[in-house]
């Protein structure tokens, strides 16, 4: 059964940084993508990269503090999130799909459970 699995979320101050990281068992997968979801509001689409090549996307709301980035080797896909506002504050999730098609904001065949981030002013 396909699984994926988020760590690295905890409390920051605001203007810190932290990374996440996404890995897992899903077989082949062609786009990986990061998205969130605040208390009381919809889950968000943050950033997406294909598993191979050079294809990445990145929200505007994160564009220039957030950078998606891969490691085949490791089967890990990682957010690094820097310059961090009280408005990051959400469960991150990490989500892959095994169709070919560039399409990040989805639709996504695999979830993680999500992981904690939490920015303090």
């Known amino acids: 059964q396909a699984q994926l699995e988020e760590a690295g979320g905890g409390l920051v101050q605001a203007g810190g940084s932290l990374r996440l990281s996404c890995s897992g068992r899903?077989?082949?997968?062609?786009?990986v993508g990061w998205f969130r979801q605040a208390p009381g509001k919809e889950r968000e689409f943050v950033a997406a990269?294909?598993?191979?090549?050079?294809?990445?996307y990145h929200a505007d709301s994160v564009k220039g503090r957030f950078t998606i980035a891969r490691d085949n080797a490791k089967n890990s896909v990682y957010l690094q999130m820097d310059s961090l506002k009280p408005e990051d504050t959400a469960v991150y999730y990490c989500?892959?799909?095994?169709?070919?098609?560039?399409?990040?904001?989805?639709?996504?065949?695999?979830w993680g459970q999500g992981t904690q981030v939490t920015v303090s002013s």
């Open positions: 899903t077989g082949s997968v062609y786009t």
């Open positions: 990269i294909k598993w191979t090549g050079n294809n990445a």
């Open positions: 989500a892959a799909t095994r169709s070919p098609v560039w399409s990040p904001r989805g639709p996504y065949d695999y």
